[in-house]
């Protein structure tokens, strides 16, 4: 199943309009990051946040994180339509192989679509 | 673009058939991962190399394989291919093994088809 459960699962705004998509997750982690996909391409990293932080900004963004309710939101704020495409929360754990040797997992979310008119 | 490149870009191959993809990861990351993505949902962790070793893996039955290179290009293999393997392969390249925070960089993904 999947660690991440993002909501709502699609979001459509006007240009200059804020949009707010929420992640909940179920195990402790490492650190959460958010993601951005248009059209089926690559994952393009927008911002990560430690386990032990509880807010972080990038230009736009605005990330938080609450450990004790094990969530996260991620906050656009004037969307413009070039930020239409689908978001996806990660929550990264950090694991030992048998070998001892350790390694990062990331586990993603289904994803909000989200939809910026002009 | 992050330095990432994956190919091919598309493929379409048959039931029972197998596949390699690849990937040169971005310059001086030494740790890749392969993730599949099905049509409308989320990645989903294969498995990482780093140092050209298998250290971290997802839950993917073993005709899921890979390699690593010396120069840490990697390769994903998929044999006796099924249906339900038709999606997205992305792989993504970081510095350093697990437990940092270094970023890591997606390449643009191969789109696999079996029919």
């Known amino acids: 199943s999947q660690q991440g459960e993002e909501d709502p699962q699609a979001l459509s705004i006007q240009e200059g309009e804020n949009a707010t998509m929420n992640c909940s997750y179920k195990?402790?982690?490492?650190?959460l990051q958010w993601y951005r996909q248009n059209s089926g391409r690559g994952l393009v990293h927008l911002i990560l946040?430690?386990?032990?932080?509880r807010e972080k900004h990038s230009g736009r963004l605005r990330v938080t994180l609450d450990t004790s309710k094990k969530s996260s939101s991620l906050l656009i704020t004037a969307s413009r339509a070039a930020d239409t495409a689908s978001y996806f929360c990660?929550?990264?754990?950090?694991?030992?192989?048998?070998?001892?040797?350790?390694?990062?997992?990331?586990?993603f979310g289904q994803g909000t679509i989200l939809t910026v008119h002009p | 673009e992050t330095g990432v490149t994956q190919s091919p870009t598309h493929l379409i191959k048959t039931r029972g058939q197998q596949v390699t993809l690849r990937c040169s990861s971005q310059?001086?990351?030494?740790?890749v991962s392969w993730y599949q993505q099905a049509l409308g949902q989320g990645p989903q962790f294969i498995f990482q190399?780093?140092?050209?070793?298998?250290?971290g893996r997802g839950n993917f039955p073993p005709r899921f394989s890979g390699l690593q290179f010396p120069n840490y290009s990697s390769e994903l293999n998929v044999n006796a291919l099924e249906l339900d393997d038709s999606a997205l392969y992305l792989c993504?390249?970081?510095?350093?093994?697990?437990?940092?925070?270094?970023?890591?960089?997606f390449g643009p993904g191969t789109r696999l088809t079996v029919l």
């Open positions: 993504a390249s970081r510095l350093g093994q697990g437990g940092s925070y270094n970023e890591q960089f």
């Open positions: 195990t402790s982690i490492n650190n």
């Open positions: 946040i430690r386990s032990n932080e």
């Open positions: 990660a929550t990264e754990i950090w694991s030992k192989n048998a070998g001892g040797t350790s390694y990062g997992k990331l586990t």
């Open positions: 310059s001086g990351h030494n740790t």
């Open positions: 190399y780093y140092r050209e070793e298998e250290n």
